[in-house]
């Protein structure tokens, strides 16, 4: 299984990007999709993933702000990211089946 993430970059605080996943292999094979991220330092943490039964978790952090889809007839994941804040640099990673994983892209926010 290959993800390829997209659409990283740097932006304002307050500004908006939205994170593309490419996956190789159609999204509905896969119990859990999601993404993560990883700032400088520390140590990867999630940001949002679907579950099983179709559920949606997100991180306290960036609830609200930040909206995870999908199109499972594209095979395609987003991360659809609101009012970033510095705190959110970071590299965003791509997740299926808490298993494979794309090589991140990076976000930065400059305050």
């Known amino acids: 299984v290959q993800l390829v993430e997209s659409g990283g970059g740097l932006v304002q605080a307050g500004g908006s990007l939205r994170l593309s996943c490419k996956v190789s292999?159609?999204?509905?094979?896969?119990?859990?999709l999601g993404w993560y991220r990883q700032a400088p330092g520390k140590e990867r943490e999630l940001v949002a993933r679907?579950?099983?039964?179709?559920?949606?978790t997100y991180a306290d952090s960036v609830k609200g702000r930040f909206i995870i889809s999908r199109v499972d007839d594209a095979n395609m994941l987003y991360l659809q990211m609101n009012g970033l804040q510095p705190d959110d640099t970071g590299v965003y990673y791509c997740?299926?089946?808490?298993?494979?994983w794309g090589r991140g892209t990076q976000v930065t926010v400059s305050s």
């Open positions: 997740n299926v089946a808490n298993v494979f």
């Open positions: 292999h159609t999204l509905r094979r896969f119990n859990a």
């Open positions: 679907f579950g099983s039964g179709g559920t949606t």
